[in-house]
C-alpha cells in the first residue's frame, strides 16, 4: 500500500522535471523515460500518476500558469493606481520564476502543442483571457477608447518577448520589462 502524501510529492517532482528537460532540450522531444529519470522514478511510475508525455507537460503548464498568476495576484495586492497595476502586470512576467531559461522553453513549446492539443488550447486561451482581463482594469481609465486594442496588443508584445527571449542565448528580464514600458510610455502619453 502507497504511503499517504506521496503521490502529490512524485507527481510535482515528475513535473519540475518535465520543465527542466524541456527546457534542457528546447522541445517536447524528451521521453517519459527521461522525464521520469530526471526525477529520480520509473517510467512506470510515470505512466501511472499522468499516462502520457503530453499529460505531464499539461500538468506543468498548469503549473507555470498557476505561479504566474499567484505572481500577478500578489504584484497586484499593493497597487492603488492604473499604471501601477500596468507595471505590476509587467513586472510579475518577467520576474523569477515566470521568466527563467526553462519556463520560457515551456512556453515556447506550449503555444506549438495548442494548435494540435485542445486541452493546451483550453489552457492557453485562459491565459490569455485572464491577461486581457488584468490589462482592461488598468488600462479603461488611462485609453478608454483604445483600452481594448492596446490590452491586445500588449498581451502580444508581452507572448512576443517570451518567444524572443526563447530563440535567444541570453534571457534578459530587465531588457523584457524595458521593452514592454517602452511601449506603454509610447502609447500612455
Known amino acids: 500500500m502507497p504511503k499517504l502524501g506521496v503521490e502529490p510529492i512524485r507527481k510535482a517532482a515528475l513535473i519540475n522535471a518535465a520543465i527542466t528537460m524541456v527546457g534542457r532540450t528546447g522541445s517536447l522531444d524528451v521521453t517519459v523515460a527521461q522525464i521520469a529519470r530526471e526525477a529520480g522514478m520509473s517510467s512506470a511510475l510515470a505512466h501511472h500518476y499522468f499516462g502520457s508525455k503530453d499529460r505531464i507537460f499539461l500538468a506543468a503548464m ?21 499604471q501601477e497595476r500596468l507595471q505590476a502586470i509587467v513586472t510579475a512576467s518577467f520576474a523569477l520564476p515566470n521568466f527563467d531559461r526553462n519556463t520560457i522553453a515551456a512556453w515556447l513549446n506550449f503555444y506549438a502543442l495548442a494548435l494540435v492539443d485542445p486541452e493546451a488550447a483550453r489552457l492557453l486561451r485562459v491565459y490569455r483571457k485572464r491577461l486581457r482581463s488584468n490589462l482592461l482594469v488598468a488600462l479603461l481609465p488611462l485609453v478608454p477608447d483604445r483600452a481594448s486594442d492596446v490590452a491586445e496588443t500588449l498581451g502580444a508584445l508581452i507572448d512576443g518577448v517570451y518567444i524572443r527571449a526563447a530563440l535567444s542565448e541570453k534571457q534578459d ?15 500612455l502619453s
Open 62 to 82: 498548469r503549473q507555470i500558469l498557476t505561479q504566474y498568476r499567484d505572481a500577478v495576484r500578489d504584484a497586484l495586492a499593493s497597487v492603488e493606481t492604473p
Open 173 to 187: 528580464a530587465g531588457a523584457a520589462v524595458r521593452i514592454v514600458q517602452d511601449f506603454l510610455r509610447e502609447i
